[in-house]
């Protein structure tokens, strides 16, 4: 409870006011039978017209109070769950903005989605429920009870046999239907998953023309859907007739009951009415509560979802960071006998103790096969991860002495999956820097070989963006990205195999700012295309997590076999292609 | 926030955080389920309400004798719980009157008590006989969806957001399965309600029943006021909920770069000043939603309060019994039930129509073109395919070279699939009026290796696109072994060719599966071989239950590179004698690709391919190269001839002149 106060503070006189003009609802409610009871045995039976017509005004005030709380609760109540439900929303954006990358995997970007929206929702209406019915059920229950026992203590006596069956009714139903929904809602998963295959898989699936198989791959889904929803749904229509049949025969009980007691003359008619009424309130509530309950499991689902991601542990941070004001100035970077892997307990090294150090202002080349580790590598550098065993050293400094931020705004990456954003492309490259003016995007635009498509666009850079940069070509989208990348104006800037849809020419003339603006910068470059980093300082070959290999071009030809292997696949043996 | 900031965010979402009309809100998806007032607002009007009620009958019309049945139960449950509550009437009256004795309270109690017994048993057997009926109806009908879904062209699936289709799964078929289930009914059993309540009511004391009368404008007028607002407020929040979703999913997608720029404090800016938004529009909205029951409810106990205060009067005026008035008193109080109740069910029939409707339209959407009438078809035997023509068609009628002709019968020809390719100047674009391939012409002799390059949106993709007839040409022609492919039965040409697309989604299901997609009747050790061949088999083995590891459809336990052999093997084990390869090693470095050239110039040989590549290198050794630019083909040549002629080709490989 103590994690949900922070919602529930800022809004805490909503949370009390609600439920308390419910209560004003409720009182009413259970006063209304009495007073009609009043009017039959006092006023009818004595003739009593001031006493009828006194206590008919009486009933009108109380139903207007009684509106006055309904709607007082209403409004209190969904002002308290949406604020609720905001604030936690808010509070689950601003824990993914804080998580690493090694917490951002645990979560696939469709659940985070969803947590923030969906999930949400569900509580908020939980919370809507809960507020409005949490003392009204309670409220009738109680209230309906001492009325029943002020009127007819012995009638009142029904209750004792009523009440536990009831109960004994509401926990088995909840105990067997509850996991029974569970299974319905995995069948509806599975049967939404067989739709999105064949949205995605469409071409796959109309080229091999399987789709009479997709068709049956779905009818046993969907039939798989229909039996557990029957199974499920079999019980929840079991609960109603069963309650209204206790409720019918508790009536019939109390008419029975009361009947004789009337006839004995130790009972008015008017309050056996009156206690028929109290009845039917005490046992529907206690179904509005056995429903409130149903209706909640998905809600106390999605809060179980919600709370994996707010208590999710951010593994990295910058609060030991022992210089937070430092920036980075030179960017020499170096590794001291890095090691890492992704999942702890694999034996496995994903980087197995790499040392090297590149010099502020050199260029770094990385080649190697998928799997060797290039992008891990640089991962780190911007402490995208964090080295399990070893250092990193940016200006001579361990990465974990400087502030994330500072860290981050010296190092310029651009990433091997990346994303513009819809938006425009002055907008996007903005992303770099904020502040910068119409030269500063026209220059880094040149040196990212970008500006002479973005001025063959009608709008230049004002021109827009779909959602994930897709009216740009692949060449153009990573183009754009350097762009941004660059207006940063990084020390250390890292290109994660950013260049793999540019062809060579475009490719080398981006290679030409290397030496012009970013001549002081220090460039880290991963590529399949031995071309891209050919005329690096120095090349490194990553084969298995493991350093295959260090040097030139030239040299590593001579000694190093994998980038021999790696170089002959891609240069015909016997016709070197022309330079 | 600064003010600059505050009034970028305010006019970049001015237009999309507008309230959206009705009929816009119709075509909003995803976002409805569970949000905003429940029942009292309608996510959209329908518009052809009677076909698509017509349409959605004939999903439980089948099961007439059950509905009816239901019917009947619907009607024996209202009744029993009129006449139950009117029962007391005598009871109470007995009670009261001169000759009150314990057997005729019993009398009543029994009578009662059969009532009762009755009306519970037609409860169940109402709702148990609906259940089925209804999730039978929604069975057939995300069936039929499904169906008509897989029938449906590849350019649906290009036009239409897979959000869109999915919600039309999930959220319409919902609100479709709401309505069968429970509405129906509850419309129907509330009118009989009323009805039969307003008729005891005129019975027992017409006097009163004037004062409840007179209460029923007054609640239907609060009733219309309020679900105005709600609704007004309703989709203001769902353009809100909508934009704010929108915002989620693209910073959630591309959050590293996000975390890469220092961009955390910007994202939660501009998120905070959505989230805002939502909340104040969500407050009114759950607020109007949530006022419906309070004042109806209390509305009827007015009329409650002012029945009891004038039938005590009535009774001593006039002579009105007190068993009358205590079920009369009750029938006022309960009378905003059902008229509250249809107000909202009256609501959840325009979503579920809406949704029903949705649902109609992507059935109805257009499937692929009906194949022509005496289409040839291709027949499988042992060791080759067959064309067989009919001789009624207008291929056969207009033949004249009939040297390939295998053999014919009666009706049809015979003819051997060997797996040329020829476009004669096609001419296409996916909307008619943006021209994407120009007057193309090409011919790849049966087992020839034909190479497309050239940049992204050049045409090579829409190339392969045509000639397994996902999109079909506007004009020139394509011609299998001389056959037109439109006259070609459409699911026997995509039989005869395999493609292996750059796109790298597997199906949930294991390796051993997944590569049999490619020919359902393969054996497992064909599979295992299809897999050596495509260099595929020494990781699966590593897999944690090798051949029947278990993949999902995005699982992450496999790279896209191992992913890409998974769908070579597959193409591996299709006999088909054409191979479409689109970027199909692209995501395999270098190393790896040079690995599997062996098995790859083993799946190619005897096969007519087709092969889309970035890198140069995977296309040198092909028998003929065609270079697009912008739709047309600018250079056409072998690898050697291509460098010779020093054109683009040259510029390209030799890295002198760029793909964009």
Not at chain 1, 59 to 73: D, K, N, Y
Not at chain 1, 420 to 433: A, D, Q
Not at chain 2, 581 to 591: G, M, P, Y
Request: glycine share 8%.
């Amino acid at each position: 409870m103590k994690k949900y106060s922070k919602y529930i503070r800022p809004y805490l006189s909503a949370f009390i006011l609600g439920p308390i003009l419910m209560i004003v609802e409720v009182i009413g409610e259970v006063l209304m039978p009495k007073l009609m009871a009043n009017i039959i045995d006092l006023g009818i039976v004595n003739e009593d017209y001031a006493y009828i017509w006194g206590h008919g005004i009486l009933m009108v005030i109380v139903a207007l109070l009684m509106m006055v709380g309904g709607v007082g609760g209403a409004y209190f109540a969904a002002k308290a769950s949406v604020g609720f439900s905001s604030d936690m929303r808010r509070d689950i954006f601003g824990k993914v903005q804080k998580m690493s990358f090694a917490n951002l995997d645990q979560f696939s970007t469709g659940s985070l989605v969803t947590r923030m929206t969906n999930d949400t929702t569900q509580v908020q209406n939980l919370l809507n429920m809960m507020l409005r019915m949490m003392l009204r059920a309670p409220g009738m229950l109680i209230g309906g009870i001492i009325m029943a026992i002020v009127l007819n203590p012995d009638l009142a006596k029904v209750l004792l046999v009523a009440l536990p069956i009831i109960i004994i009714v509401v926990v088995l139903s909840i105990k067997f239907v509850f996991p029974k929904f569970k299974i319905m809602q995995d069948k509806l998963d599975k049967l939404n998953s067989n739709v999105q295959e064949i949205m995605i898989s469409i071409r796959v699936i109309k080229s091999f023309v399987r789709e009479d198989y997709e068709n049956v791959r779905f009818e046993e889904s969907n039939s798989n859907l229909k039996e557990s929803t029957l199974k499920a749904m079999k019980f929840i229509i079991l609960l109603m007739p069963t309650m209204s049949l206790i409720m019918n025969f508790t009536t019939l009980a109390v008419v029975w009951f009361g009947g004789k007691e009337i006839l004995a003359g130790r009972m008015d008619v008017g309050n056996l009415t009156a206690f028929i009424t109290y009845i039917t309130q005490i046992l529907g509530s206690l179904l509005m509560v056995s429903f409130m309950f149903l209706q909640s499991s998905r809600a106390f689902a999605s809060l179980a979802r919600i709370r994996e991601v707010l208590d999710c542990k951010i593994d990295i941070n910058d609060d030991n960071a022992a210089q937070k004001e430092k920036l980075v100035n030179s960017g020499s970077v170096e590794f001291k006998d890095v090691s890492f892997k992704y999942y702890k307990n694999n034996s496995e090294w994903v980087l197995d103790h790499i040392s090297f150090k590149i010099e502020s202002g050199k260029t770094l080349g990385i080649i190697g096969s998928t799997g060797s580790g290039k992008t891990t590598l640089v991962s780190m550098i911007p402490r995208l991860y964090d080295a399990d065993e070893g250092t990193i050293l940016v200006d001579g400094v361990d990465t974990r002495e400087y502030s994330l931020h500072n860290l981050r705004e010296g190092v310029g990456m651009v990433l091997q999956k990346n994303v513009l954003f819809s938006g425009s492309i002055s907008e996007n490259l903005r992303w770099g820097n904020e502040e910068a003016t119409q030269e500063e995007l026209e220059q880094a635009s040149k040196d990212a070989e970008a500006y002479e498509f973005i001025s063959n666009k009608p709008e230049k850079f004002e021109s827009e963006l779909g959602q994930g940069g897709v009216n740009v070509s692949g060449g153009q989208k990573q183009r754009l990205c350097i762009a941004r990348a660059l207006l940063k104006k990084p020390k250390i800037l890292i290109l994660d195999d950013s260049t793999s849809a540019v062809d060579t020419a475009t490719e080398a003339r981006i290679r030409e700012c290397f030496y012009g603006t970013l001549k002081d910068t220090t460039k880290i470059i991963i590529a399949q295309r031995i071309s891209s980093v050919k005329e690096a300082d120095v090349i490194m070959v990553l084969d298995d997590g493991k350093i295959a290999g260090m040097g030139t071009h030239d040299e590593l030809l001579k000694s190093c076999v994998p980038y021999g292997e790696i170089y002959y696949s891609q240069v015909d043996k016997n016709e070197e292609v022309a330079e | 926030m600064k003010e600059e900031r505050l009034n970028f965010l305010q006019a970049k979402y001015e237009s999309k955080l507008k309230p959206k009309s009705l009929e816009e809100l119709t075509k909003m998806t995803g976002t409805k389920g569970g949000h905003g007032p429940r029942g009292a607002m309608a996510a959209g009007k329908p518009k052809n309400t009677k076909d698509t009620i017509k349409r959605l009958l004939s999903y439980i019309s089948g099961e007439k004798l059950l509905l009816t049945i239901v019917f009947v139960c619907v009607i024996l449950q209202t009744v029993t719980s009129l006449i139950a509550g009117y029962m007391l009437r005598p009871i109470i009256n007995d009670l009261t009157g001169e000759d009150a004795s314990v057997s005729g309270l019993l009398k009543g109690l029994m009578v009662m008590t059969i009532i009762y017994v009755v009306g519970i048993f037609a409860q169940y057997l109402q709702q148990r006989i609906m259940i089925g009926v209804s999730q039978n109806a929604l069975m057939k009908l995300r069936n039929d969806l499904f169906q008509k879904l897989s029938k449906l062209p590849v350019k649906y699936f290009d036009t239409n957001s897979n959000g869109d289709i999915m919600s039309r799964f999930t959220n319409d078929v919902d609100s479709v399965g709401q309505m069968l289930n429970s509405t129906v009914i509850q419309l129907f059993s509330g009118i009989i309600q009323i009805v039969g309540t307003l008729g005891l009511m005129i019975y027992t004391n017409w006097i009163l029943t004037l004062i409840t009368i007179v209460m029923i404008p007054l609640m239907m007028k609060a009733l219309k006021a309020i679900t105005k607002r709600s609704r007004k407020y309703y989709s203001s929040q769902q353009a809100a909920i909508g934009t704010m979703n929108g915002y989620i999913e693209e910073t959630m997608t591309g959050q590293r770069v996000v975390k890469v720029f220092n961009h955390e404090e910007e994202a939660e800016e501009e998120f905070e000043y959505l989230n805002e938004d939502l909340r104040n529009k969500q407050i009114k909205a759950q607020f109007f939603g949530g006022i419906m029951g309070p004042v109806m409810g209390n509305l009827s106990q007015v009329s409650y309060a002012l029945t009891a205060c004038i039938g005590g009067v009535l009774c001593v005026a006039n002579g009105f019994d007190v068993g009358g008035l205590t079920i009369f008193v009750n029938y006022s109080r309960q009378f905003s039930m059902p008229i509250n109740n249809l107000a909202m069910q009256v609501n959840t029939i325009f979503a579920a129509l809406a949704g029903a409707e949705r649902v109609f339209a992507a059935m109805d959407a257009e499937p692929e073109t009906m194949d022509i009438e005496d289409c040839i078809t291709i027949k499988e035997e042992k060791d080759r395919n067959l064309y067989v023509i009919p001789k009624a068609g207008d291929y056969a009628k207009n033949l004249t070279d009939r040297s390939d002709i295998v053999s014919e019968d009666e009706l049809y020809l015979y003819k051997e699939v060997k797996g040329a390719v020829t476009l004669n100047n096609v001419t296409f674009g996916y909307i008619p009026e943006t021209i994407v391939l120009k007057d193309i012409s090409l011919y790849a002799k049966p087992g020839q290796k034909i190479a497309f390059v050239g940049s992204t949106g050049a045409g090579k993709t829409t190339i392969t696109n045509l000639i397994n007839r996902f999109y079909d040409v506007q004009s020139g022609e394509i011609l299998i072994d001389g056959i037109p492919v439109k006259s070609i039965r459409r699911d026997d040409l995509r039989r005869n060719i395999a493609m292996v697309l750059q796109d790298t989604h597997l199906f949930t299901g294991s390796v051993m599966e997944n590569i049999r997609y490619g020919r359902l009747e393969a054996t497992d050790e064909e599979v295992i071989e299809a897999a050596k061949i495509a260099s595929a088999h020494s990781f699966i083995i590593r897999l944690e239950n090798g051949y029947d590891t278990i993949l999902e459809g995005d699982g992450s336990n496999l790279s896209q590179g191992q992913r890409q052999l998974i769908n070579i093997a597959r193409a591996a084990i299709s006999k088909a004698p054409i191979l479409i390869l689109d970027e199909a090693t692209s995501s395999v470095d270098t190393r790896t690709e040079k690995h599997i050239e062996h098995g790859m110039d083993r799946i190619m040989s005897s096969r007519t391919t087709l092969v889309i590549a970035h890198r140069l290198s995977t296309v040198r050794d092909s028998n003929a190269i065609m270079v697009l630019e912008k739709g047309s083909i600018i250079e056409r040549g072998d690898h050697k001839e291509l460098l010779e002629e020093k054109g683009r080709y040259y510029e390209l490989y030799t890295g002198k002149s760029e793909l964009t």
